[in-house]
Structure formats: structure tokens, C-alpha cells
């Protein structure tokens, strides 16, 4: 069971843009689509979606936040030639920001913006892959430098969690820092990650388009999890906090996404209005306004 997913901001095209995906990655599919209403926001399309079993949720939340290449997706490939095909069908609309070829560390490689923002690392790997799709973290600005720091982070946080290979940068790889990490793997959950530092100068760091969900199960976990990651006061909202390194997690129970997908349009109202009024999710208070008469 994936216990950390990705949480994509849209503006208003989520369930455009998760059409879209599945329909270019194999093994992918649309799992539920729910109409949130009444929100800051007005109403607000929300989307789970898997692609190639990789669990995804998608939100057309308005015009607040835009994606950048501080949080990618790298999505890894047996074939060389999966690699191309991909990167012609995400790569329409979109732009390169390291154009598809062979580079040291992989024979076929690009890093692509989609026509939605969305940054993707396309990469064939020769080795067996184990997890093909890999969440990946740039740490830029006053925050380069920091990753090595962050993923033992939260390593020490998450559960089943360990730090994997380390590539660092070496000296005449000016202007990133000797020592620093150029490619990192780590496990949180038993999920893989990956991270780097981005020692150039960068005009985008991490920000809420792209955050990490943890479906916790009870509220001792959703208090555990906040304790530990909630590191600015200032932007804890409805489930939503920043750590010390600028990334945004959603702490998040489980069951709200079975309340919001209730037919009983009242009771989704009622959880609707609750949720926006919490920082931190309270599950006894969710479902007093789920069972209310």
C-alpha cells in the first residue's frame, strides 16, 4: 500500500491532465473523480489516478500555485526506445529542460516540462527496475546544499526508511559545491525517492503545486507525522504544512476521501466546511460533521 503520494495543483485542468496521463502511461487508470464544492476555490475537481500502479492525486485548486522543476518525476524505462516515445508525447506543448540524449549516467535521458508544467525525468535504466515511477526533490537557492541533511531527515521520520546510493559532485563541477550530492536514492516507507542539490542559479524552489500526501490511518499518526514535519506555523491549513527545507506534505486521514466521495451531497458539505476550517485534520471532529442529523 503506497503511504506517500504525490498531490499535483492544478488550476483547472486535473481531470484534463489526469486523462491525459493515464492515457499515455501503460498500466495507468482513473480511480475516482470528486467535485468539492463550496471552497475558497469555489468548486474544485479532485482526482486519484494511477499511473503504471503509481498512486497520484490531482486538484483543480485555482490559479495559487504553478509548477516548477523543483519537485519532477522520474519515470524509469527498460528501453531506449520507451524513452523517445515518451518523451515525444509529454514533450507536445511542453519544452526540454535537458534535451533528450546520452549523457554519463544514462545511455537515453531527457527532463521534460509537460503542456500542464509538470517537470518529468525520463530515463532508460540497464539495471532491473524495482520502482518505476520515483518522486524526485532539487534542492535550490539558500537551500542547496541542504539535501544530504533533509533526506536523513526524513529518513529518521518516515518508517521502513533507508538511505540508498550516493553520487556527489567533485571538484571542477563549479558552480555546484564539491561534496555536495548530484544523485541521491533514499526509501521512505518502502517507497523510493530521489534528490540532488542544484548549485546553479535557479529562479524556482519547492512550493505547494507539488506536494506529499501520507494517508495516515489514525490520529495518532496524523499527530506524529505533524509533529515532526510542520516546521512554519504560518502555513498550516486544512491539512497542509511546510518542513524546514520548504516542501509541503498533506497529513491526511484516509477516510476523508471516502466522506467526499459520499453520495449524500449534504454530508459532503458539512465534512467540506469542517476540513477548511482545520490546520491540523481532527478525525473525531470529521466525523461528528459526517454523522451529524
Known amino acids: 500500500m503506497q503511504k506517500i503520494i504525490p498531490h499535483l495543483w492544478f488550476d483547472k485542468e486535473a481531470v484534463e491532465a489526469a486523462k491525459f496521463y ?52 522520474l519515470v524509469f524505462y527498460d528501453t531506449k526506445e520507451e524513452v ?45 527496475i524495482k520502482q518505476k515511477i520515483t518522486p524526485f526533490l532539487m534542492f535550490t537557492q539558500e537551500r542547496s546544499g541542504k539535501s544530504e541533511e533533509a533526506i536523513n531527515f526524513y529518513a529518521s521520520v518516515f518508517h521502513n526508511s533507508k538511505i540508498g546510493d550516493i553520487m556527489r559532485f567533485e571538484a571542477g563541477e563549479e558552480p555546484n559545491q564539491p561534496g555536495t550530492i548530484k544523485f541521491a536514492q533514499f526509501t521512505l ?11 546553479r542559479v535557479h529562479d524556482f524552489t519547492f512550493n505547494e503545486a507539488v506536494s506529499l500526501l501520507v494517508d495516515c490511518d489514525t490520529q495518532e499518526e496524523i499527530d506524529y507525522y505533524w509533529s515532526k514535519l510542520s516546521a512554519d506555523p504560518e502555513s498550516e491549513q486544512c491539512g497542509w504544512l511546510k518542513d524546514k527545507y520548504g516542501v509541503s506534505w498533506q497529513i491526511n486521514p484516509k477516510l476523508v476521501g471516502e466522506m467526499l466521495q459520499d453520495k449524500d451531497l449534504e454530508k459532503v ?25
Not at 495507468?28 to 494511477?50: A, E, L, Q, W
Not at 509537460?114 to 532508460?124: A, P, T, V
Not at 458539505?269 to 442529523?293: G, H, N, P, S
Request: hydrophobic share 35%; with cysteine.
Open 189 to 199: 516507507e518502502d517507497q523510493n525517492f530521489a534528490a540532488m542539490d542544484g548549485g
Open 84 to 128: 523517445d516515445q515518451m518523451h515525444s508525447k509529454l514533450s507536445k506543448g511542453g519544452k526540454d529542460l535537458m534535451p533528450l540524449d546520452s549523457y554519463p549516467f544514462s545511455d537515453r535521458y531527457a527532463w521534460v516540462q509537460d503542456k500542464y508544467g509538470l517537470s518529468w525525468q525520463l530515463m532508460f535504466s540497464s539495471e532491473p
Open 269 to 293: 458539505k458539512r465534512v467540506t466546511q469542517a476540513l477548511l476550517k482545520m490546520k491540523k485534520f481532527d478525525i473525531a471532529e470529521l466525523k461528528k460533521a459526517y454523522e451529524e442529523k
Open 22 to 73: 493515464t492515457s499515455i502511461f501503460q498500466n495507468s487508470k482513473i480511480n475516482s473523480i470528486t467535485k468539492i464544492r463550496d471552497t475558497p476555490s469555489g468548486d474544485c475537481d479532485f482526482v486519484v489516478f494511477d499511473l503504471s500502479g503509481f498512486k497520484f492525486m490531482a486538484l483543480s485548486g485555482g490559479p495559487l500555485f504553478k509548477f516548477n522543476p523543483s519537485i519532477s518525476i
